[in-house]
């Protein structure tokens, strides 16, 4: 549920003149439109915008940046509500954003847009404006980053080559498996015009897991363009499945698409593997011993034993739940291990791929999101080594927590800490989960911070993933999962962005 304290409780409990009291002047949201929980929520049945939204788009891509979060802001003063706010910016993106040479750098204009939006929706009401706009000024800087390399922008579909609505998904799943791009793109099409949304998130849900290419964001992409088209209407699905299916056929340079490459053997050998999956697999028991067997298999397996251990595990009648207990936890311990990019993406990729295991009905892919996210992690481990990265000595199964300070003075302590010593930090939050099963207060002020103090998508990315999947782990290793988030959440003495400067005098204007 939603935390409907005023702006004045949220930011002074607990905060006083410490070193979280630099947030507090969030005075200029005043002047907007509250986005009440009920617009922010996930209810697509009253989103019917009309064909308006083209200008609202082309406001987003004509507008210069250093005009742009002004303009909008006299938009929405005006009228013009949050769900049009986020569907110009996706279909902006979308149409002005290349996922190429790899699915991430600059396109991590449209792979925010998500995280953004689920930053706003778990906010208080007062604060839901701030991550948008920091999307939309990081969508000006994609599209100048995108002008300069070739200045792309998505061509009209090829209507000749549209297949009629009853082959229109053979024609995509053939066009998929052979890796064949503008057979795909008229397919797609097709597929969207006719296809209901459970039907075309079946079939994208595989082909987001298939390869280990773009450090994870290929099923990052997947699980974000589904979920922001549940919010702002699948009347816009068209161009944001064309630009998935073509995000999801990058190759990154690995030759023909016959030839064997690393990157996709995960998916073949697990195609087999699912099929020694007892079939009462979904009725197992929780069992924390097996989960800190994953865990250790996860720390130093090939991805090969890793997906051999799931399957041991699920034929031994453990719960699916609790080899995503290891799972979710072991991306959060490489991170701690490793703090950086690679690690970051372990954690972020597996929020994605467990999104689509709880939304899929298909009982192999869920399988295979399962058997794909265990190979996914160890990939991870061993990306980091390769970049030259070092593997420090932590694990999250035997932490041991650090009482800080009680009540929210704790809270403030903690995120001093982040900008020191982290592991401290990690400890302490261990305590204050385990203090507070449900941390909200911890929550809002990560999430606050970032809004005013982050410089990255990750920051909103990797914040959305981990707060989220806290409620996915088990009870009983949420302390641990949550300790591992201080590891690349922001601290209190950091800087504040210079956007958000601006963003202030935007909205008091």
């Not at 579909?157 to 064949?180: C, G, L, Y």
């Not at 057979?183 to 969207?192: K, P, R, S, Y």
């Not at 298909?362 to 996210?373: A, G, K, P, S, Y």
């Not at 203090?435 to 207060?441: I, M």
Request: with cysteine; charged share 25%.
């Amino acid at each position: 549920m939603f935390n409907h304290t005023s702006r004045r409780q949220f930011l002074s409990a607990g905060v006083g003149g410490g070193a979280l009291a630099a947030v507090a002047d969030l005075s200029f949201l005043g002047d907007l439109p509250t986005v009440s929980a009920a617009e922010a929520q996930l209810d697509p049945k009253i989103v019917r915008f009309g064909p308006d939204i083209e200008p609202l788009v082309r406001l987003l891509e004509d507008t210069p940046r250093e005009r742009l979060l002004e303009e909008v802001a006299t938009r929405i003063k005006g009228g013009v509500s949050y769900r049009e706010v986020l569907a110009a910016l996706l279909l902006a993106g979308v149409r002005n954003v290349q996922p190429r040479p790899a699915v991430g750098f600059k396109f991590h204009a449209v792979l925010v847009v998500n995280s953004a939006h689920l930053a706003s929706l778990s906010s208080p009401d007062e604060l839901r404006w701030l991550p948008i706009f920091w999307a939309l000024d990081y969508f000006k800087a994609c599209q100048a980053a995108d002008v300069k390399e070739n200045d792309w922008t998505m061509a009209p579909v090829n209507e000749a080559a549209v297949p009629p609505a009853h082959k229109a998904r053979q024609a995509f799943t053939d066009a998929m498996d052979r890796w064949d791009e503008q057979a795909a793109d008229a397919a797609v099409a097709g597929l969207a015009r006719s296809a209901g949304a459970n039907e075309m998130f079946e079939i994208f849900a595989r082909y987001g897991a298939r390869d280990f290419r773009s450090i994870g964001h290929k099923a990052i992409f997947v699980a974000n363009s589904w979920r922001t088209l549940s919010c702002i209407g699948w009347q816009y699905s068209e161009p944001v499945l064309r630009s998935l299916a073509y995000a999801l056929l990058n190759r990154e340079g690995d030759g023909p698409p016959d030839t064997d490459t690393p990157a996709e053997r995960p998916w073949k050998r697990n195609v087999e593997l699912a099929r020694q999956i007892r079939s009462e697999w979904q009725e197992g028991k929780p069992e924390d011993s097996a989960t800190v067997e994953m865990l250790a298999t996860l720390r130093t397996a090939s991805d090969e034993d890793a997906t051999r251990k799931v399957v041991e595990l699920l034929n031994r009648g453990v719960a699916p739940q609790s080899i995503w207990d290891a799972l979710l936890v072991g991306a959060g311990e490489l991170l701690a291990r490793a703090p950086g990019i690679v690690a970051l993406h372990a954690v972020t990729s597996s929020n994605a791929l467990r999104f689509a295991y709880e939304a899929s009905s298909v009982d192999d892919t869920r399988r295979m999101l399962l058997l794909q996210n265990a190979a996914f992690v160890t990939l991870f481990r061993d990306a980091v080594k390769r970049r030259g990265g070092q593997l420090a000595d932590v694990s999250l199964d035997t932490l041991e927590p650090m009482s800080p300070q009680s009540g929210d003075a704790g809270v403030e302590e903690i995120f001093a800490d982040i900008g020191g010593d982290r592991l401290q930090a990690a400890k302490k939050t261990m305590a204050y989960a385990r203090q507070h099963p449900d941390p909200e207060r911890f929550m809002n002020v990560a999430r606050t911070l970032v809004f005013l103090k982050g410089k990255d998508t990750h920051d909103y990315k990797f914040c959305s993933a981990v707060l989220e999947d806290y409620y996915h782990v088990s009870p009983t290793w949420r302390d641990r999962y949550l300790a591992s988030s201080v590891f690349n959440l922001r601290g209190s003495q950091v800087a504040d962005n210079p956007l958000a400067e601006r963003t202030r005098a935007a909205l008091r204007a």
